[in-house]
């Protein structure tokens, strides 16, 4: 497993960091988003998001609606289950109502998800409250094909660690 750590001390560092790592996304990506609640998973999708095209105040965090769907180059389904109690609440949806095999995927409160994944590419993001304005961010893949990301964040001496 490979892993790496952020320091998120600002919001102009958040959206750098998701920006950067928006370039290096590619078609099929799962982002798992996991954290407290306030501990910034919506702020850095924003971000993502905006990285890939899509303006910011279109992004909403789909807590009711459980999926987002917005469209730039990409398909980018924005995934939250925090309304989730159980997997089997999912079984009346299709894999493709989840995962964008033909575009992005990024998934708030993923917990409930486990069953839909198998050898796809994920990137978990966990998120960590250091205080208001500082988060630490641990990226974590068992997947080579995120490889460019890391070497460019690491590159971009963002790692603390």
Known sequence: M??????LNSLETTEYVARKMAEHLFQG??????????????TFIKSLCSGLGVLPD????????????????????????FRLTAPE?????DRADLIADQGVTM?????????????????NLR??????HHRRLILETESSEFDILFNTME??????G
């Open 2 to 7: 490979r892993n790496l750590t952020l320091e």
């Open 29 to 42: 990506s799962i982002m798992l988003f996991w954290g407290d609640m306030g501990s910034g998973k919506t």
């Open 58 to 81: 279109k992004v909403t965090s789909p807590t009711y609606t459980l999926v987002n769907i917005y469209k730039c180059n990409w398909y980018i389904f924005h995934v939250d289950l």
């Open 89 to 93: 609440q999912l079984y009346d949806m």
């Open 107 to 123: 998934v708030e409160w993923p917990q409930m998800l486990q069953n839909y994944l198998t050898d796809e590419p994920v990137l």
């Open 127 to 132: 998120f960590k409250n250091v205080s208001d």
């Open 155 to 160: 590159q971009q001496n963002l790692s603390c």
